[in-house]
């Protein structure tokens, strides 16, 4: 069944999703938003695991596009947990009646863009088909759950999960023996909550972490005021600073610029406020090696002060980079394993050989287990884009599509456009701050950039957008080149797509901040989008 066509179709109910629709709206395009569950919310509708919060302050992360909502909303807590993160997402839902451009139940397989006709053709996994000239994928870059490749896993007699797909009704834990694989701040977050639980709890570590404590707690009037009063100021704030979070904003100076003495009160004072923003005590933290070590010897003993068994404390101790992986935050992670019912496996040096259908096997041992939790991590960034099959029919010349365009690597101009692909917008893709921002700031900077250029089209009389492919390049070279500037490249982490066998190591993520990125996109718009090709192929426009 082909449906009507849009101005715009766009996948995925998320932030970026929803403010799509209020965006383009106001602009009077049609829009149809198509979404695999059924429910708003993205991120925070599948990932209910245990423990779930967000690690950037909820007055920070949520909407900053109407003042009304800011201010009416009322958050419980510095860093509030899933459940409420999501009934915030659908009030917003209801708040600007956005629901009724959703289409949810739909997971998108295909899109083809027909270059005769200009118009995307979007297909969905029940066969129904939808039509635009525009197509944008607001999937998200952490929505393509990754689930290891052990054999063995389908003989497992117990229940196993993956935490990004967790059941809506939760998992009872009580009395059972589980095994959690994984310590990035999925499982940082559901490890301690879980501990609590279950009978036994055995954590499959292959990477040791850094994490630093929330220091979560209600908000109080106090608090709230702190934000509210000029809320407009603070958001603008975040806009512009390379973060993305206005509180604490990125440091002017360097770990190696300071005295000791200097040093060490910042890094004590960014420890007692608690939280990610840790890792913005200094700018030349994931630049110099030496400048990280400083901070490693800072966070090491403090992070690990409270374990007690020596030799779990040295199985914790992390080895890379700080900051070169995304720095966890937790409440009561690494006091989890002084529990009687708790037990760390270092399977770097033992690694999972199979799951048998009792438990886990590793190198040198077997672990009985009934219930295990995937904290495995996505396939991030690309892995939702790829998922839908994306290319480009004319009818002479043949097409192209996304995963030739990508074999090597992922490329987008300004992380918004793919040379080749017209007509396509990508919210937070490759090349963009994205991941390494406050994403919620970035999503509102994508989106409202793209309602302008949509609007700047239909003014100028412009039915297609493309990249050129030189301005892509150009603009893949300057994200590596700011990579390679620090240690991001050497490690071992998703934003390198290291996590994902066979997937191209290349550093994706835009490192310049999204201060800067936004004067980018705004003097490539102002200048009449420079790096992109504007005409008109049909005979009227929108
Ligand atoms: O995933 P991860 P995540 N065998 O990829 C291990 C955001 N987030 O879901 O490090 C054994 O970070 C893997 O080991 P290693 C945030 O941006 C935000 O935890 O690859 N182990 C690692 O320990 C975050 O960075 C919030 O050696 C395997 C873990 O699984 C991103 O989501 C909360 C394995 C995966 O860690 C992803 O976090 C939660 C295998 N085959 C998440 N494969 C907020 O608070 C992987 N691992 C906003």
Not at 333 to 345: G, I, K, W
């Amino acid at each position: 069944m082909t449906q009507e066509p849009y101005d715009v179709v766009a996948v995925g109910a998320g932030f970026a999703g929803l403010f799509l629709i209020h965006r383009l709206r106001a602009l009077g395009l049609r829009v149809r938003v198509l979404e695999a569950g059924d429910d708003v919310g993205g991120t925070w509708y599948w990932n209910r695991y245990p423990g779930a919060r967000c690690d950037v302050e909820s007055f920070e992360y949520s909407f900053s596009f109407d003042e009304a909502l800011q201010q009416e909303w009322t958050w419980s807590e510095r860093y509030a947990a899933q459940p409420e993160i999501l009934r915030y997402i659908q009030h917003v839902a209801d708040r600007f009646d956005l629901r009724r451009d959703i289409a949810f139940g739909l997971r998108v397989t295909d899109a083809v863009f027909d270059l005769p006709a200009n118009r995307w053709t979007v297909t969905a996994d029940d066969g129904q088909q939808f039509t635009a000239r525009f197509f944008i994928m607001a999937s998200g870059c952490l929505s393509n759950a990754k689930v290891p490749d052990v054999p063995g896993l389908a003989d497992f007699k117990g229940q196993w999960f993956h935490t990004g797909h967790w059941p809506r009704e939760g998992v009872d834990f009580s009395g059972k023996r589980v095994g959690v694989v994984g310590t990035g701040s999925t499982g940082i977050q559901a490890i301690p909550v879980v501990a609590g639980q279950a009978a036994h709890l055995h954590v499959f570590q292959r990477t040791a972490n850094y994490s630093i404590p929330l220091r979560n707690g209600p908000v109080t009037p106090a608090f709230e005021d702190e934000f509210k009063r000029d809320y407009a100021g603070l958001r603008e704030q975040a806009r512009h600073c390379p973060s993305g979070v206005a509180r604490f904003p990125n440091p002017q100076r360097g770990a190696l610029e300071m005295t000791e003495a200097e040093r060490l009160a910042s890094y004590e004072e960014r420890w007692r406020f608690g939280g990610i923003s840790f890792a913005r005590a200094f700018n030349d933290t994931v630049m110099k090696q030496d400048a990280n070590d400083l901070m490693r010897q800072f966070l090491v003993p403090r992070m690990l002060a409270c374990v007690e068994d020596p030799s779990t404390r040295a199985k914790l101790t992390p080895t890379y980079a700080v900051g070169t992986k995304r720095l966890c935050g937790d409440t009561g992670y690494f006091e989890t394993y002084n529990r009687d019912n708790v037990a760390l496996v270092d399977i770097q040096q033992a690694p999972i050989t199979a799951v048998t259908p009792t438990g886990i096997q590793t190198h040198d041992a077997h672990y009985p287990l009934d219930v295990i939790i995937f904290a495995t991590g996505f396939d991030a960034i690309t892995g939702p884009l790829l998922a839908v099959n994306m290319r480009v029919e004319d009818g002479s010349q043949g097409g192209v599509d996304l995963h030739s365009l990508w074999r090597d690597g992922p490329r987008a101009y300004l992380g918004l456009m793919v040379a080749g692909l017209p007509n396509l917008f990508t919210v937070t893709g490759p090349g963009s701050p994205s991941v390494l921002s406050n994403v919620v700031v970035s999503v509102e900077q994508h989106v409202e950039w793209i309602g302008n250029c949509l609007a700047a089209m239909r003014a100028r009389g412009f039915d297609r957008i493309e990249a050129e492919p030189e301005a892509q390049q150009a603009w893949a070279r300057h994200v590596d080149e700011l990579a390679r500037r620090s240690l991001m490249p050497d490690a071992n982490s998703w934003y390198m797509g290291a996590n994902i066998p066979g997937k191209p190591r290349m550093f994706m993520p835009y490192m310049g901040g999204v201060g800067v990125y936004r004067r980018q996109c705004e003097a490539v718009a102002a200048a009449g989008y420079t790096g992109f090709v504007l005409s008109q192929v049909e005979r009227s426009t929108v």
